[in-house]
C-alpha cells in the first residue's frame, strides 16, 4: 500500500496524487511509489492521461527530502544510483518513454526536485500563486534530477543559467512568459483547467499520442533533415495503425472516432 501517493480515477482520466507534508518533499519512497503507479497506469488500456498534483495548499512539490542528503553523501558512488536525484531522472525517463500523457498542476512551491519533476511531464499548467525556481545552488549543490538538461531546452541557455546560478525563484506568469509552462490560471481554477486538458488529451489515439512522445524526445538534438525522416516513419506507423484507420473513417463518416490505442 502506497504512503505518500494516492489515485483517484475518472473514467480515462487519473489523478495523482503526491501527499507527503509539510510541502510534499520526494523521498526516496515517494518517487518508487510514484514510479510504480506511473508505470501501472501507463500500461493500463482504460487510463488515457495523468494529472499530477501536490496535496495541500503551500506546495506543488518544494524539492527533494534534504534530510535523506547525509546518506546519499555518506554512500558516495552508490548514491548515483541510488538517490533522489537518480530517482528523478529514472522516473522521467520512464515518462518520456510512455505513451500515457502526464499534465502537471502547479500551485504553491515547485522548487528543486519538484520543478524537475514538474520537467519531466508533458505539460504544465501553473496557478498564479506558482513559485517555481533550482535553489539547489544556495546549498552549495547543483541540479540533480534533470535541472541543468531540461531547463535550458525549456526556457533557453541563459534563462537556465540564471535559474540554476541564482537559486532565485520566477512566478507562474514568468514562467509561463518564458515557455516553463503552457499555460497559467487563477489558484481556484488550477484542478479543472488540468482535469479539462486531460479529459482533451484522453479523447485522442493513445497510439498517435506515443508516436509524437517518442519523436519529442528522441529528435529534439538531431539534425532538421533526420527528424522530418522519423516524423514521416511515425506518419507512416500511424496511418497503418487501427487508430488511424478509424480515425479516417469516423472523419468521412461524419462522426466521433472511437480509439482503441492500437
Not at 487510463?47 to 501536490?54: F, K, S
Not at 479529459?199 to 493513445?206: A, C, G, K, N, V
Not at 498517435?208 to 506507423?237: H, N, S
Request: proline share 5%; hydrophobic share 40%; net charge negative.
Amino acid at each position: 500500500m502506497a504512503d505518500f501517493v494516492t489515485v483517484e480515477e475518472d473514467g480515462a482520466v487519473a489523478v495523482i496524487t503526491l501527499d507527503n507534508p509539510p510541502v510534499n518533499a520526494l523521498s526516496a519512497r515517494l518517487l518508487e511509489e510514484l514510479e510504480a503507479e506511473y508505470d501501472r497506469l501507463d500500461r493500463s488500456d482504460e487510463t488515457r492521461a495523468i494529472v499530477l498534483r501536490g496535496a495541500g495548499e503551500k506546495a506543488f512539490v518544494a524539492g527533494a527530502d534534504i534530510s535523506e542528503f547525509p546518506a546519499l553523501r555518506d554512500a558516495a558512488a552508490e548514491a548515483v544510483e541510488s538517490g533522489s536525484a537518480r530517482g528523478i531522472q529514472k522516473l522521467g525517463a520512464r515518462m518520456d518513454n510512455g505513451r500515457t500523457p502526464v499534465v502537471a498542476a502547479i500551485h504553491g512551491y515547485c522548487l528543486g526536485g519538484g520543478l524537475e519533476l514538474a520537467m519531466a511531464c508533458d505539460l504544465r499548467i501553473a496557478a498564479d500563486d506558482a513559485q517555481l525556481g533550482q535553489p539547489e545552488i544556495k546549498l552549495g549543490l547543483i541540479p540533480g534530477g534533470g535541472g541543468t538538461q531540461r531547463l535550458p531546452r525549456l526556457v533557453g541557455h541563459g534563462r537556465a543559467l540564471l535559474l540554476n546560478l541564482t537559486g532565485d525563484p520566477i512566478s507562474g506568469a514568468q514562467a509561463y512568459e518564458w515557455g516553463l509552462v503552457e499555460k497559467v490560471v487563477p489558484r481556484a481554477e488550477l484542478e479543472e483547467a488540468a482535469l479539462t486538458l486531460a479529459r482533451t488529451l484522453s479523447e485522442r489515439s493513445p497510439h498517435a499520442m506515443g508516436v509524437v512522445k517518442e519523436l519529442a524526445a528522441t529528435t529534439r538534438d538531431l539534425p532538421i533533415e533526420e527528424g522530418m525522416r522519423r516524423e514521416a516513419q511515425g506518419f507512416m506507423r500511424c496511418l497503418g495503425s487501427e487508430d488511424g484507420a478509424e480515425g479516417v473513417t469516423a472523419f468521412l463518416e461524419k462522426r466521433a472516432p472511437s480509439f482503441t490505442g492500437k
